[in-house]
C-alpha cells in the first residue's frame, strides 16, 4: 500500500480547506483549531512536494498543483460516501436522526410521538433539538424540521404546515386587559428563534402603536427558546407573542387566551428537508408521512391523546 495513504487525515483537511476556501471555516466543520487546520496542511505539502495553497487576501486559494490534485481528492470522496451508502442501506427499520427546533418538539412533536412510536416499532426514533439549521448533506442528521421558507440547498423539501403569529396570555392576566395600552402594565416576552417572531412585528401587521422602549429590561424578556416562554406565561407572569402551532391545545383547552384578535399569517412555514437519495428514505418516507396525517388532526387534544395511550398501554 502507498505510504501517502497514512496521511489521509491531512488529505481530509486539505478538502474541507479547499472546498471552503478558508482554513478557518475548515477547522469550525472538522471540530479542530485552525492551527491544526493550517499544521497539517503543511505537512501535506511536506510530503507532496509542492505548495497547495496560497493566501488571496483574507481567502486561502489553491495553487495550480492545488487545483489538480483537489479534482482527485473529491472524485475519491465522493466514491468513499458512495460505499459508505451502498454497505449501509437498509428497509424501513433501524434508527432515524431527526433535528428539529428546539419549541417545535417541545409543544408539538414529543406529545404525539408516542404514537409513531407505538404504530413503528421497528423505527428507532433520535430527536436532535437545536436552532441551527443542519446541513443534511453531511449526513449525521436523515430528517430536518424547520421553520422559515424552505430554502434548504441540496435536500428534498416537503410543506409540512404554515403558521401565523398572535398574542397570548393566561386567562387571569387576559381579564386586565383591555386595550393595547394596558400591556405596560405586563411582563412581556419575545422570542428570539426567529426573526419574524416579535412584538414589533405583530404591532406593525395589528396597527397598533406600542413604545416598546418604555419597557425596563426586568419588564421584557427575550428567550431564544419560544417554550420557555409560554412556560412563564401559562403560570401568569407575562404576555407572549408566538407561533400558533405552539399553543394550539393551550388555546382550545383555555389554558391561554388571546387577549387581541389580530392574528398575522407567516411567510414562513415548517417545512420538512431530507437528501432524497439518502440510505435511510424508506424510514424517512415512513416518518413524514405520519407527521402529515398528525397534522391532518389538528386541532390537537392532549386530553384524548393521554386516554388513548393509556388504553394502548392496558
Request: proline fraction near 4%; charge should be negative.
Amino acid at each position: 500500500m502507498d505510504k501517502r495513504f497514512a496521511h489521509l487525515g491531512a488529505v481530509r483537511c486539505f478538502a474541507e480547506a479547499a472546498r471552503l476556501q478558508s482554513y478557518t471555516q475548515a477547522a469550525e466543520t472538522l471540530h479542530v483549531t485552525q492551527a491544526a487546520v493550517s499544521q497539517q496542511i503543511r505537512h501535506l505539502e511536506t510530503v507532496l512536494g509542492v505548495k497547495l495553497f496560497a493566501r488571496q487576501g483574507r481567502h486561502m486559494v489553491l495553487t495550480p498543483a492545488g487545483e489538480r490534485f483537489y479534482v482527485y481528492v473529491e472524485q475519491a470522496f465522493q466514491a468513499l460516501q458512495l460505499g459508505f451508502d451502498a454497505i449501509s442501506q437498509e428497509q424501513d427499520s433501524g434508527v432515524l436522526n431527526i433535528s428539529v427546533l428546539p419549541s417545535f418538539a417541545a409543544r408539538w412533536l414529543m406529545p404525539r410521538l408516542w404514537r409513531f412510536a407505538h404504530q413503528y416499532p421497528h423505527i428507532e426514533v433520535r430527536i436532535s433539538t437545536s436552532g441551527e439549521v443542519v446541513d443534511m448533506r453531511e449526513g449525521s442528521m436523515d430528517l430536518g424540521i424547520r421553520f422559515g421558507l424552505g430554502r434548504y440547498p441540496g435536500t428534498q423539501t416537503e410543506l409540512l404546515m404554515p403558521d401565523s403569529l398572535l398574542v397570548v396570555c393566561a386567562p387571569q392576566i387576559a381579564a386586565k386587559i383591555e386595550r393595547i395600552d394596558d400591556l405596560y402594565r405586563f411582563l412581556l416576552i419575545d422570542g428570539l428563534e426567529t426573526k419574524v417572531q416579535n412584538w414589533q412585528t405583530w404591532l406593525n401587521y395589528a396597527g397598533y402603536e406600542l413604545d416598546l422602549q418604555r419597557f425596563q429590561q426586568n419588564r421584557m424578556l427575550k428567550l431564544e427558546n419560544a417554550s420557555m416562554g409560554l412556560d412563564i406565561v401559562l403560570a401568569g407572569h407575562g404576555v407572549c407573542v408566538c407561533r400558533r402551532s405552539l399553543v394550539e391545545h393551550l388555546l382550545s383547552t383555555g389554558q391561554l387566551v388571546q387577549p387581541f384578535i389580530e392574528e398575522m399569517p407567516l411567510e414562513q412555514a415548517y417545512y420538512l428537508a431530507y437528501r432524497a437519495d439518502s440510505p435511510r428514505i424508506e424510514r424517512i418516507r415512513t416518518f413524514t408521512d405520519w407527521l402529515h396525517s398528525e397534522v391532518g388532526k389538528l386541532p390537537f387534544d392532549l386530553d384524548a391523546c393521554c386516554q388513548e395511550s393509556a388504553a394502548l398501554a392496558s
